[in-house]
């Protein structure tokens, strides 16, 4: 019987980034921006893990209806047994690591279309 999560969420901390993303209005709803800090992770190498302490967002089914994301982070990541865990961490680990720690969202403009080096400096400092 697996363990893989039903619902996906994120911590409270990570949902102040969320928050500050969607205001910038580069994105049409919050599960858009944390599917984009999930792909940002797998970008810089986050490695494999679960997030403690996220609350419950979504269902499994309304992130991943047609089983895409799945088969995607299977691909990435072929030997995680629970990837719907995955994805939790990796959206949590992608909203840490866009975390500006102020009132400022991050330049996902830049970093999307940006010189890469120069995105990922910014966001790091």
């Not at 969320?18 to 940002?40: C, P, T, V």
């Not at 990435?76 to 629970?82: G, I, K, N, T």
Request: proline share 6%; glycine share 10%; aromatic share 6%.
């Amino acid at each position: 019987m697996s363990n893989d999560k039903k619902t996906i969420g994120i911590t409270a901390g990570n949902d102040r980034v969320l928050q500050r993303i969607l205001a910038a209005g580069h994105f049409a709803s919050e599960l858009d921006a944390a599917k984009f800090a999930m792909a940002y992770a797998i970008k810089r190498g986050t490695p494999p893990g679960s997030t403690d302490g996220a609350g419950t967002k979504w269902n499994v089914g309304s992130v991943d209806p047609d089983g895409s994301l799945r088969s995607l982070v299977e691909a990435f990541f072929p030997d995680r047994p629970e990837p719907y865990r995955l994805v939790e961490h990796l959206m949590n680990e992608g909203l840490r690591l866009l975390d500006t720690h102020g009132d400022v969202p991050p330049d996902v403009v830049e970093i999307l279309f940006g010189d890469a080096g120069t995105a990922d400096a910014q966001v790091q400092s």
